[in-house]
């Protein structure tokens, strides 16, 4: 099973940040996880939120602040700060790590809809990225699939359900020929056998507890996001001895 760091290690620096990046890349882990949001000037940034409070000292809608305004922004901690990553600031530190793989998460609603997807395919195009393996793009919008498809039909692009769905889209209607499906570990538990669904890959989240990742694996599982990626590594590389496997599902860190 692949481990991907969610946000990178975001369990121990602040989430999207360089710091939280490198860490989680000198992981012995497959790949780190993304969230991009596009500025008011155009330019792709590794924020999750639509807004910048929870993030930040600073306050306001990501689409509607210019990179500049962003870069004046506190995004780290007051003893180390950090600014705001760009999609080529991160795939400038990626290039150090030619082993992992890059999970690209467009959020979704925005204001710039089709443009988020059309400048990461720019910059992507631009690197020499387009046909890289490595590079998988996911997202909960149908419509990001359907552009990505479009756009870069090489790339990997996995669509990711919220629980909810299986009220509101049981047959996983979809657009966008995804090449792998992406599942909530709340919905995994509840609906097992849809893990591998339609003979794709599955990529489950957001999974921290010890003896979840456990299940996850013992399910089959193929990709697994986590915030606490050092602690998988060290589980899942494990010896698979009865007592790790008791100790693990007897405490819950």
């Given at each position: 099973?692949?481990?991907?760091?969610?946000?990178?290690?975001s369990?121990?620096?602040?989430?999207?940040?360089?710091?939280a990046?490198?860490?989680?890349?000198?992981?012995?882990?497959?790949?780190?996880?993304?969230?991009?949001?596009?500025?008011?000037?155009?330019?792709?940034?590794?924020?999750?939120?639509?807004?910048?409070?929870?993030?930040?000292?600073?306050?306001?809608?990501v689409?509607?602040?210019d990179?500049?305004?962003?870069?004046?922004l506190?995004?780290?901690?007051?003893?180390?700060?950090?600014?705001?990553?760009?999609?080529?600031?991160?795939?400038?530190i990626?290039?150090?790590?030619?082993?992992?793989?890059?999970?690209?998460?467009?959020?979704?609603?925005?204001?710039?809809?089709?443009?988020?997807?059309?400048?990461?395919?720019?910059?992507?195009?631009?690197?020499?990225?387009?046909?890289?393996?490595?590079?998988?793009?996911i997202?909960?919008?149908?419509p990001?699939m359907?552009?990505?498809?479009?756009?870069?039909?090489?790339l990997?692009?996995?669509?990711?359900?919220?629980s909810?769905?299986?009220?509101?889209?049981?047959?996983?209607?979809?657009?966008g020929?995804?090449?792998?499906?992406g599942?909530?570990?709340?919905?995994?538990?509840?609906?097992?056998?849809?893990?591998?669904?339609?003979?794709?890959?599955?990529?489950?989240?957001?999974?921290?507890?010890?003896?979840?990742m456990?299940?996850?694996?013992?399910?089959?599982?193929?990709?697994?996001?986590?915030?606490?990626p050092?602690r998988?590594a060290?589980?899942?590389?494990?010896?698979?001895?009865?007592?790790?496997?008791?100790?693990?599902?007897?405490?819950?860190?």
């Amino acid at each position: 099973m692949k481990v991907i760091a969610h946000r990178g290690l975001s369990s121990r620096f602040p989430e999207l940040t360089e710091s939280a990046f490198r860490a989680a890349l000198e992981l012995p882990i497959h790949g780190i996880e993304t969230d991009v949001r596009l500025t008011k000037c155009g330019e792709v940034v590794n924020v999750h939120d639509p807004i910048v409070d929870r993030v930040s000292n600073g306050r306001g809608r990501v689409s509607r602040l210019d990179l500049e305004s962003l870069l004046s922004l506190n995004f780290g901690t007051k003893e180390v700060p950090e600014k705001v990553l760009t999609l080529n600031n991160l795939l400038d530190i990626f290039e150090d790590y030619p082993d992992k793989h890059l999970y690209i998460e467009t959020k979704h609603p925005m204001r710039y809809a089709v443009m988020l997807e059309e400048e990461i395919t720019k910059i992507l195009k631009y690197r020499g990225l387009l046909e890289d393996p490595r590079i998988h793009i996911i997202s909960f919008a149908l419509p990001a699939m359907y552009r990505m498809a479009r756009l870069a039909p090489q790339l990997d692009r996995i669509h990711l359900r919220r629980s909810w769905e299986r009220w509101g889209n049981p047959r996983d209607v979809r657009c966008g020929v995804p090449t792998g499906l992406g599942l909530s570990l709340e919905r995994a538990k509840l609906e097992p056998k849809i893990i591998g669904a339609k003979g794709l890959p599955t990529y489950l989240f957001t999974v921290d507890k010890q003896k979840d990742m456990l299940w996850a694996r013992d399910q089959g599982v193929d990709m697994l996001a986590t915030n606490y990626p050092d602690r998988a590594a060290e589980l899942l590389n494990a010896d698979e001895e009865p007592d790790m496997y008791a100790n693990a599902h007897g405490k819950e860190e």
